[in-house]
């Protein structure tokens, strides 16, 4: 079945990611480093429901079900899909931060410090995927 994909906002909107709030960020975090778009899916008898579609147009799941900014799983998720496609990644951890910084290769190419964990690597793999 075929599903009409709904266009993208602009990555580079996306990095102010400092300004995006927690559902932003997951969906910025959704398109431009997972690789997803969005698409109404027919539900129940005449309503609709906003999807998550990978590459290959498979819907994965609801678009208010991803929250990796909230769910351990989902930000382990965003994690494998990054070191999938070769990147590496250091955590450094303190008593009241964290820093996540994503490498190409030996290339730094994005680094964000913030007390939440789950924040600091989802605002470095945006950054990564952008770069």
Not at 51 to 79: F, G, I
Request: proline share 5%.
């Amino acid at each position: 079945m075929e599903f009409e994909r709904e266009a993208a906002p602009s990555s580079k909107d996306a990095l102010a990611e400092d300004l995006l709030p927690d559902d932003a960020l997951d969906e910025q975090v959704a398109i431009h480093v997972m690789g997803w778009t969005t698409a109404q899916i027919p539900w129940a008898y005449t309503a609709a429901a906003c999807c998550w579609l990978n590459s290959d147009n498979t819907p994965l799941m609801a678009c208010h079900a991803w929250r990796p900014s909230r769910d351990e799983s989902q930000c382990a998720q965003v994690l494998e899909t990054l070191r999938a496609r070769g990147y590496s990644c250091t955590i450094d951890l303190s008593p009241t931060t964290v820093t996540t910084r994503f490498f190409g290769g030996t290339t730094a190419l994005s680094s964000c410090t913030h007390p939440d964990r789950r924040i600091a690597l989802l605002r470095a793999a945006l950054q990564a995927a952008s770069s």
